[in-house]
């Protein structure tokens, strides 16, 4: 399973983009979906979290501002982020957790990367 994660670019202070990340590849489903982040000189934290039921988990600086989704038919997740502020500027990284079809044991995927700048 490999993930390409694409989005990112630079937005004023206020702005909004949308991550996207797609999986490719055959004979697997997914199970929980995520984005993270690392900013310079800081650990990678979790931003937001949707499970293969819809739920959702956010990281308290970003509450009521980002908004992650699923296509499970596209095998995609989405992160729609508004309201950014400069300390959002970071590498975000999409994560996956999968299993085989018929199989219990997951495995993690992650993106590439895609650099959010929020700048003036």
């Known amino acids: 399973v490999q993930l390409q994660a694409s989005g990112g670019g630079l937005v004023q202070p206020g702005g909004s983009l949308r991550l996207s990340c797609a999986a490719s590849?055959?004979?697997?489903?997914?199970?929980?979906m995520g984005w993270y982040r690392q900013a310079p000189g800081k650990q990678r934290e979790l931003v937001a979290a949707?499970?293969?039921?819809?739920?959702?988990n956010y990281a308290d600086s970003v509450k009521g501002r980002f908004f992650i989704s699923r296509d499970n038919a596209k095998n995609t997740e989405y992160l729609q982020m508004n309201s950014l502020k400069p300390e959002d500027t970071a590498v975000y990284s999409c994560n996956i957790r999968w299993a085989r079809w018929g199989r219990s044991y997951e495995y993690d995927a992650w993106g590439q990367g895609t650099l959010v700048t929020v700048s003036s």
């Open positions: 949707i499970t293969s039921g819809g739920n959702t």
């Open positions: 590849g055959s004979g697997f489903r997914i199970n929980d």
